[in-house]
């Protein structure tokens, strides 16, 4: 089978594994996710995964607590959902390794690059957790930062709600336009909401592309590994 990509990064939202409750974990969803991750698995894809935790905390978003205290505890939220993630993958019998950027050894294996990219050469999923392992930064910039380091053919930035990249909340003003094709100055100067600028940033100055795409169909995974144009593909044109 003719695949467009061999090596992926999928970044998945911690409100996608929420679903609509809007916080905490659906199985339904999670489990749906890993079957869909199973099938890529079996076409001969390497899988590595950055889960976020905003469905349990957002750093950024405390106001009246110290910012750094506040992004360690969102990056406890990201492993618990790499967890829930690895879990249900193991149980559809897919090998799967959570990698944290800070050690608990107890439960998961430090992040370590040549283990991770024996992991995937073995046709093992990789979750990166835990962030970067520093405050300030997003797991959004986590996407990006171990795309770069595993040399990923792309990341597949999940969202929640939107199908793609738009020039404005198509949630709120139906004018909007939908664009199929950005570079990735486009999406800096515009200020387009789809990762932060340190994370577009990391991904121009390595040329990784970024494919952004609605999780509500899960199958969409499938579709763009076998080159399918759905989304917003994100590169140097």
Known sequence: MDLKYKRIILKVSGEALSGN?????????????????????????????????????????????????????????????????????????VETRVQTAIEMRQIAEPYIRRRAVRHLEKGRVVIFSGGSGNPYFS???????????????????????????????PNKNPNSIKYHELKYIDVLNKGLKIMD???????????IPILVFGIENTENIEKIIKGDDIGTIIKEV
């Open 21 to 93: 409750a809007g916080h905490g974990i659906d199985a339904k969803i999670v489990n749906r996710i890993s079957n869909v991750i199973k099938n890529i698995i079996e076409m001969g894809v390497e899988v590595a995964i950055v889960v976020g935790g905003g469905n349990f905390w957002r750093g950024a978003s405390a106001t009246e607590m110290d910012r750094t205290t506040s992004d360690y505890m969102g990056m406890l939220g990201t492993i618990i959902n790499s967890l829930a993630l690895q879990d249900a993958l193991e149980k559809i019998g």
């Open 139 to 169: 797991t959004d910039t986590t996407a990006a930062l171990r795309a770069a380091e595993i040399n990923a053919d792309i990341i597949l930035l999940a969202k929640n709600g939107v199908d793609g990249v738009y020039s404005d909340d």
């Open 197 to 207: 600028s340190t994370a577009t940033s990391l991904c121009m100055d390595n040329k």
